[in-house]
């Protein structure tokens, strides 16, 4: 397999659908990878998945470079996508362009960053400097305290307008794909037909050209609250118990480790 890049991830529009993931350390990045993940995104939910927060919105820029840094070591076909947290990118364009390119220097392909209309002065700006950029509208974590919850966005005619004005000003600014998180499947079919760049959607029905799933759901690793719309693809959480509780119970027996000449 190629080397993702944007150009073929773009390409793929109406040709196969993309199943991607988020990995946040090199160990989950190297085996999505050589699975065959074509994207791989460093979320901002490391602060639900990794860090033990109930929101994405104390995630740091150091953590996301960081856990950026590992995943791009890690990987050698995938697109890389940094998420870029909360904060990193309310507080002035200029500080916003360079926590970009701070994440591109430690080894993302292309940056994430939440909204729509209100953001795409800033998307223009990173994609005129040559910093790909993928939007994300619908439901964006980091306004859970605006939504009062994580809630289901575009339920009514003229909030689904809203988010299609979001995704189309989005894509005239110049990101390469749009995230399309938690809104019906009907209006996720209706951006993915209307844009020209690929949905990938999150919570959004089967249309889009592409899908994410958290890596912590889709393996099973989760134990908490795991949203309606995931499948399970494994049980991590219960197998590394299970080898947790039989190394303590060899330890404790004295079967384990054996004797060493
Ligand atoms: O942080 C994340 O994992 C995300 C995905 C849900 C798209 O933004």
Avoid at 81 to 98: I, K, T, W
Wanted: glycine share 10%; with cysteine; net charge neutral.
């Amino acid at each position: 397999m190629k080397k993702w890049t944007v150009a073929t991830f773009q390409a793929a529009k109406g040709q196969m659908r993309l199943g991607c993931c988020t990995a946040y350390d090199a160990c989950f990045a190297r085996l999505a990878d050589e699975a065959g993940v074509p994207c791989i995104l460093i979320g901002d939910s490391m602060g639900m998945t990794m860090l033990g927060y109930s929101t994405t919105l104390p995630v740091r820029m150091e953590e996301t470079l960081s856990a950026t840094a590992a995943v791009a070591r890690a990987v050698k076909d995938a697109l890389v996508v940094a998420d870029m947290p909360f904060g990193s990118y309310q507080c002035g364009d200029d500080r916003a362009m360079a926590n970009a390119v701070a994440c591109l220097q430690a080894g993302a392909d292309a940056v994430k960053l939440e909204g729509g209309t209100r953001v795409c002065g800033l998307i223009r700006r990173m994609t005129e400097a040559g910093i790909p950029v993928l939007g994300h509208v619908g439901m964006t974590p980091q306004s859970v305290n605006a939504y009062g919850g994580f809630k289901t966005q575009g339920k009514t005619r003229e909030d689904a307008d809203r988010v299609i004005g979001d995704a189309k000003a989005v894509e005239a600014a110049g990101a390469f794909a749009v995230t399309l998180e938690c809104v019906p499947s009907e209006l996720a079919a209706q951006i993915t037909a209307a844009l020209r760049i690929p949905t990938v959607g999150i919570g959004a029905g089967p249309v889009c050209d592409a899908q994410w799933l958290v890596m912590h759901d889709l393996l099973g690793l989760n134990e908490g609250h795991v949203p309606s719309f995931v499948k399970k693809y494994a049980d991590l959480a219960a197998e590394a118990k299970r080898a947790f509780a039989s190394y303590v119970a060899e330890v404790a027996a004295g079967t384990f480790p054996p004797p060493r000449s």
